[in-house]
């Protein structure tokens, strides 16, 4: 039981880990990306890029806001083929494939 309950622990820690790492990283991109876009117009160069960049860091924020669950996903299929319990995997392996081809469908 002791080795069950400490494998799980693991993987809730790595899951909270990379959660709260990934949304730090989605949160400071979205913040640049919005100070760059609203402080490119007062910048000294009147051609300076921030203001054209800005908008595109902020949307490489937010993607990552929503490539976060995928990750997870990934994390976990990894850490259940590694401990060999191939009914998670197969479990967590299909709804990634839920996932992806979801996304698939509604970018055409």
Known sequence: MSHIAANTSGLEG??????H???WLASCTVAAGLAMALLGPWA?????????????VMTAGVALFILLP???LILMLGVFLHQRDYRFSAITGL????????SMIGAA
Not at 14 to 19: E, F, Q, Y
Not at 96 to 101: E, Q, S, W
């Open 44 to 56: 000294r160069n009147r051609l300076s890029m921030t203001a054209v960049i800005g908008p595109h």
């Open 95 to 102: 709804v990634l494939m839920i996932v992806v081809v979801g």
């Open 70 to 72: 995928v990750v997870r």
């Open 21 to 23: 790492h990934g949304t």
């Open 14 to 19: 790595r899951l909270a880990g990379l959660l």
